[in-house]
């Protein structure tokens, strides 16, 4: 997929002593010498010293985000008590400096992407202009302005910028630009009172669905502007419906007490199925199954084709899709911070393995994930995670990090115990 918009920090969590991840369950003689070695190679490990990794440090205040792109750490970060911000670009490994920029308008930074060969600093706007979230585009081997707009940004297949406003919605609120210079290509009138939904495809958001105030839905290119098609989907019960979604090709409205789900085609609104789900208030992808959030808690799950109810298990918070497995944390761990993590089987619900308890830093749709826990005598423990096969590869122990982490190919960002990032290179 093409570079998308990072959300960064709010990765926060205290000390906890958890043992190492526990293997697949399996069964016989076999699997049990298995894990009598397991847990002697654990207690060699806990008491043999990890290496240290060198680090490179960036300087950083309290309100700073990084992230990293390839060779490059992006640092942005506020400047002393004023609404000024600055962009800073260094290159890995050896923290050589390459440029440092002011963002042009007062507000608040909270996150970088890329798309192509143009980078994008996204905030909100606060100065005496107006209000509102902005994007700033800036050359990324110079830092050098180009242009800076109204709106949020995502990633179109082309490469290019579509751009819309949650606090203006007025005509001009909704269009797409060219990357390299924020030229319009097209643009929508969009009303009070509507709301906007994005489809995400392989390679960037490819589909806009616009639900007007008065309950027409209309289905758009996102890289052209066509209009696909429209129409008016009323709810089973009357009304128009309470929740509209995309789930991967089709769009999905909730209504009703108790709740009932409709699925459509989403590039021409055609009915495919629809099935009770009581008490449902979200849908999302698992796979070859939906799942079905609800204020109570748990997962339940319908086929994706029919609607027909699958499997269901109250003892899962956050369910998602990985390869072609199901990645579940448990609800009992619910929380910031890390959280007990398990893997399942799509079209059953089964167990499949157990990973532990970890906080993703990376998450990968198609290969290890990167997890991180405190270790008990200080630091992070880092670790791959294997959700394909089940299973748990330490890393590392990196003794200066205490948090705040995010991770790219081959490196690892966290926040130091002095309050600057760290950047450390994982082990292969």
Known sequence: MTDAVIDLGELRHGPERDPLPRPPAGRGRRTRAALVALLVLVGLAASTPYPRRAAVTLSASAGADAVVFDDVVFLVEPLGATRQWRLTATRLPDGEPLWRTSLPAEGRYWGVARSGETLLAIGYETGPDGAGTLTVALDPQTGAYRWQQPGRPA???????????????????????????????????????????????????????????????????????????????????????????????????????PSVITAYGLDRLDQRWRTPATGATYVSECGVVFCLESASGGRRTIDAATGEPRWEDDHWGWVWPHTDRLLATAQSSAGPGTQELVVLDPPTGKVLAKLGRWEIVRYDADGPLIGVRPHPDGGLLVAELDVRDGTVRVLDVLRDAVGDCRAATGVLLCRRRDADFGLWRLPT
């Open 155 to 257: 990633v179109l297949p082309d490469g290019g910028i579509l751009l819309w406003s949650a606090e203006d919605q007025a005509v001009g609120a909704l269009r797409a630009v060219d990357a390299c210079c924020g030229t319009v290509r097209w643009q929508a009138s969009v009303a009070a009172g509507a709301d906007l939904t994005l489809r995400d495809g392989d390679h960037g958001v490819d589909r806009v669905v616009l639900v007007r105030a008065n309950g027409q839905v209309e289905v758009r290119d996102a890289a052209t502007g066509a209009v696909l098609t429209r129409a008016n989907l009323p709810a089973p019960h009357g009304g128009t419906p309470r929740v509209l979604q995309v789930v991967a090709d089709l769009l999905v409205t909730v209504d009703g007490a």
